[in-house]
């Protein structure tokens, strides 16, 4: 059974940075591609950000462009997404899922077949 453990979240400060970890275990994941998804109170989940894991090619969401980066570590088994420049706007649970769907430019919440259970970021003004 596969199981993604996010950690990394907390209290931050508008323009902080903050890098979320996924540790990744139970079986290879080597033909999936990883993603960060993240959800606000009272809001949708939305993607962030997705890497594939075989050779690291990454997606950005139009939001976080340009300040979050998304990347894996084959050794650790675990997905990492850099914040930097937070925003309040960024106040969010972070989920990391995995699809064995091909790279996209952007997915939705359906497209994962496993989920982790989120990490609150909290960020304020």
């Known amino acids: 059974q596969v199981q993604l453990v996010e950690s990394g979240g907390g209290l931050v400060q508008a323009g902080d940075s903050r890098r979320l970890s996924c540790a990744v275990s139970?079986?290879?994941?080597?033909?999936?591609?990883m993603t960060w998804f993240r959800q606000a109170p009272g809001k949708e989940r939305e993607f962030v950000a997705a890497?594939?894991?075989?050779?690291?090619?990454?997606r950005h969401a139009d939001s976080v462009k340009g300040r979050f980066t998304i990347a894996r570590d084959n050794a650790k088994s675990t997905v990492y997404l850099q914040m930097n420049s937070l925003e309040p706007e960024d106040t969010a649970f972070y989920y990391c899922?995995?699809?064995?769907?091909?790279?996209?430019?952007?997915?939705?919440?359906?497209?994962?077949?496993?989920w982790g259970k989120g990490t609150l970021v909290t960020v304020s003004s």
């Open positions: 899922a995995a699809t064995p769907n091909a790279l996209q430019v952007v997915f939705t919440p359906r497209d994962m077949e496993y």
């Open positions: 139970g079986r290879t994941l080597s033909r999936y591609v």
């Open positions: 890497v594939r894991w075989r050779d690291g090619i990454a």
